[in-house]
């Protein structure tokens, strides 16, 4: 995989295989330490929390090293082919922990358990327990089973699952941006992918259940959230008799207000403007991001909605593939080049000053040179901010693994690939280059990576911007700062409140 402009923290390769390390809960103690990393997309870091929940619940502590624990669990990522290496190398070092400590359970969950299921425990002997992302509640019966001497699997998927009700603990972060699930698995049959067949069917959570917990971030100091969802334009929650929202949910009834008169009652369906309304509503001062945007689901009306409310950041995070009408509909994308275009124009003519991110797939099966400057063609069309960009990996049981022959020699998806890097590099750094001048709102994260006499933060674009430190200013704040200067990635500046 390329990750080139790591921008959208959706996909953070700065923290692939991070250890979440969490207090433990008090009077609950059964004096055995879990050590659990994370691989792949934010949906994954978000789960482990989910399993370090439950896990601490029951009576676990975390521990940041693996020799010392008495679980070792790794949440997994299956979207391409080196993911899944990595993952095996990952586990060659835990198998000499366990070579010292023989009463220690290995565990692997997320996409690739739920993938390889069962064979898992054949193929890599270390291993006691798999369990798929639908199945984490049944993790202290599972290492129970393990504790009786057997291996235990459980990847069984589900239709209703989205952990609503448990709260996610979050202490590995800097206390200022969250991420929100909003809801689980994908219904979209791309035809590249092996989402659909490791996390199941699509699902959405109680848009109760979800400002609560924004609202509550918020009250926590939080200052940015970002919803998050495989597609999150096909968000959809209804039920006749909604649960009266907790006492803390003054949100809540403020944003039951505002959205019925946009015709999101919530008596019925709340669809995803709706949601972006009420979450919205959460505090002027919670900034809303949301990503994965799909082209064929986005609505005018969530455009409209964003271009509404201040604290919905502008930007999208749209996910081309191809710029190819024949190859979009190979991987069966349900758009084709001129929908993608209608939907980047509605972006711009609805909110000039949104940025617009996207993902690219070099050489998918059968692809011409002719077809990849259609996808080069889009690209300078759209003039992304940035992209995330791949060259195809063909995923065992996918459609396209069944269909069509995986026939572009790795030389020319890499060249490919080659060729929209160094273009995207060009855009994005043009895109910066259009802020140097402006004054931009920035929330400032913390102190830069370089020095700690700068601090980082973002614009509502999404671009991190640097400037200096200001005592009068703490992480958490929002700030005005003038862009002087850019590199390809990063905005340099100086505050001008
Ligand atoms: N749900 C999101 C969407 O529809 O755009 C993206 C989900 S996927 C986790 C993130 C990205 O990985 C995709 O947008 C695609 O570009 C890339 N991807 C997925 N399967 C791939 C494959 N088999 N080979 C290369 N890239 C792949
Ligand atoms: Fe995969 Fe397509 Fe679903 Fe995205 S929308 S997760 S690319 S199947």
């Given at each position: 995989?390329?990750?080139?402009?790591?921008?959208?923290?959706?996909?953070?390769?700065?923290?692939?295989?991070?250890?979440?390390?969490?207090?433990?809960?008090?009077?609950?103690?059964?004096?055995?330490?879990?050590?659990?990393?994370?691989?792949?997309?934010?949906?994954?870091?978000?789960?482990?929390?989910?399993?370090?929940?439950?896990?601490?619940?029951?009576?676990?502590?975390t521990t940041g090293d693996f020799n010392n624990a008495d679980v070792i669990f790794i949440n997994t990522c299956s979207i391409r082919e080196n993911a899944e290496t990595r993952v095996r190398n990952r586990l060659k070092e835990f198998k000499v922990a366990k070579g010292k400590n023989p009463g220690m359970v290995v565990g692997v969950l997320g996409c690739m358990a739920e993938r390889l299921k069962s064979k898992f425990l054949e193929e890599e002997k270390l291993v006691d327990v798999v369990v798929g992302p639908d199945a984490y509640r049944d993790l202290p019966n599972l290492i129970e089973q393990v504790d009786s001497g057997q291996k235990a699997v459980n990847v069984l998927l589900s239709r209703e699952e989205t952990y609503a009700d448990i709260s996610p603990v979050r202490l590995n972060t800097n206390g200022i941006n969250a991420f929100v699930s909003i809801?689980?698995?994908?219904?979209?049959?791309?035809?590249?992918?092996?989402?659909?067949?490791?996390?199941?069917?699509?699902?959405?959570?109680?848009?109760?259940?979800?400002?609560?917990?924004?609202?509550?971030?918020?009250?926590?100091?939080?200052?940015?959230?970002?919803?998050?969802?495989?597609?999150?334009?096909?968000?959809?929650?209804?039920?006749?008799?909604?649960?009266?929202?907790?006492?803390?949910?003054?949100?809540?009834?403020?944003?039951?207000?505002?959205?019925?008169?946009?015709?999101?009652?919530?008596?019925?369906?709340?669809?995803?403007?709706?949601?972006?309304?009420?979450?919205?509503?959460?505090?002027?001062?919670?900034?809303?991001?949301?990503?994965?945007?799909?082209?064929?689901?986005?609505?005018?009306?969530?455009?409209?909605?964003?271009?509404?409310?201040?604290?919905?950041?502008?930007?999208?995070?749209?996910?081309?593939?191809?710029?190819?009408?024949?190859?979009?509909?190979?991987?069966?994308?349900?758009?084709?080049?001129?929908?993608?275009?209608?939907?980047?124009?509605?972006?711009?003519?609805?909110?000039?000053?949104?940025?617009?991110?996207?993902?690219?797939?070099?050489?998918?099966?059968?692809?011409?040179?002719?077809?990849?400057?259609?996808?080069?063609?889009?690209?300078?069309?759209?003039?992304?901010?940035?992209?995330?960009?791949?060259?195809?990996?063909?995923?065992?049981?996918?459609?396209?693994?069944?269909?069509?022959?995986?026939?572009?020699?790795?030389?020319?998806?890499?060249?490919?690939?080659?060729?929209?890097?160094?273009?995207?590099?060009?855009?994005?750094?043009?895109?910066?280059?259009?802020?140097?001048?402006?004054?931009?709102?920035?929330?400032?994260?913390?102190?830069?990576?370089?020095?700690?006499?700068?601090?980082?933060?973002?614009?509502?674009?999404?671009?991190?911007?640097?400037?200096?430190?200001?005592?009068?200013?703490?992480?958490?704040?929002?700030?005005?700062?003038?862009?002087?200067?850019?590199?390809?990635?990063?905005?340099?500046?100086?505050?001008?409140?």
């Amino acid at each position: 995989m390329m990750d080139l402009i790591s921008q959208d923290k959706t996909h953070d390769e700065s923290r692939q295989g991070e250890a979440l390390l969490l207090d433990p809960v008090a009077g609950k103690n059964n004096g055995r330490k879990l050590y659990i990393e994370s691989y792949g997309c934010a949906m994954n870091f978000s789960d482990s929390e989910i399993v370090a929940s439950i896990l601490s619940e029951s009576g676990f502590e975390t521990t940041g090293d693996f020799n010392n624990a008495d679980v070792i669990f790794i949440n997994t990522c299956s979207i391409r082919e080196n993911a899944e290496t990595r993952v095996r190398n990952r586990l060659k070092e835990f198998k000499v922990a366990k070579g010292k400590n023989p009463g220690m359970v290995v565990g692997v969950l997320g996409c690739m358990a739920e993938r390889l299921k069962s064979k898992f425990l054949e193929e890599e002997k270390l291993v006691d327990v798999v369990v798929g992302p639908d199945a984490y509640r049944d993790l202290p019966n599972l290492i129970e089973q393990v504790d009786s001497g057997q291996k235990a699997v459980n990847v069984l998927l589900s239709r209703e699952e989205t952990y609503a009700d448990i709260s996610p603990v979050r202490l590995n972060t800097n206390g200022i941006n969250a991420f929100v699930s909003i809801m689980r698995g994908c219904d979209n049959m791309c035809s590249f992918c092996v989402v659909p067949f490791t996390r199941g069917r699509e699902r959405s959570r109680d848009p109760f259940s979800i400002v609560n917990e924004c609202q509550d971030l918020f009250d926590k100091g939080y200052r940015e959230v970002t919803l998050l969802g495989q597609n999150v334009d096909s968000y959809k929650w209804s039920q006749s008799a909604p649960p009266k929202p907790s006492p803390e949910g003054r949100a809540l009834e403020e944003a039951d207000q505002k959205v019925s008169p946009t015709g999101g009652d919530l008596e019925g369906a709340v669809n995803f403007a709706n949601l972006l309304e009420m979450v919205a509503a959460v505090h002027p001062d919670l900034r809303v991001r949301f990503s994965t945007s799909h082209p064929k689901d986005i609505t005018d009306e969530v455009l409209y909605t964003m271009a509404k409310h201040d604290n919905i950041c502008k930007y999208i995070h749209l996910p081309v593939q191809s710029g190819n009408s024949r190859i979009l509909e190979l991987m069966n994308r349900t758009y084709d080049r001129e929908w993608y275009i209608n939907r980047v124009d509605a972006i711009r003519r609805i909110m000039p000053e949104c940025a617009i991110s996207t993902d690219v797939i070099t050489g998918f099966c059968t692809e011409t040179d002719e077809e990849h400057k259609e996808t080069v063609s889009m690209m300078e069309y759209v003039q992304y901010d940035f992209a995330y960009m791949f060259m195809y990996s063909e995923r065992p049981g996918t459609l396209a693994a069944k269909r069509y022959a995986d026939d572009i020699p790795e030389e020319v998806k890499a060249a490919r690939l080659t060729e929209i890097v160094a273009l995207q590099q060009r855009m994005s750094l043009g895109r910066l280059q259009q802020q140097i001048g402006k004054v931009q709102k920035v929330l400032i994260e913390g102190f830069s990576k370089k020095s700690k006499n700068d601090y980082a933060g973002r614009t509502d674009q999404n671009a991190m911007m640097v400037f200096p430190v200001d005592e009068r200013f703490k992480p958490g704040m929002y700030v005005n700062v003038i862009a002087e200067q850019c590199t390809t990635a990063t905005l340099m500046g100086s505050i001008v409140d």
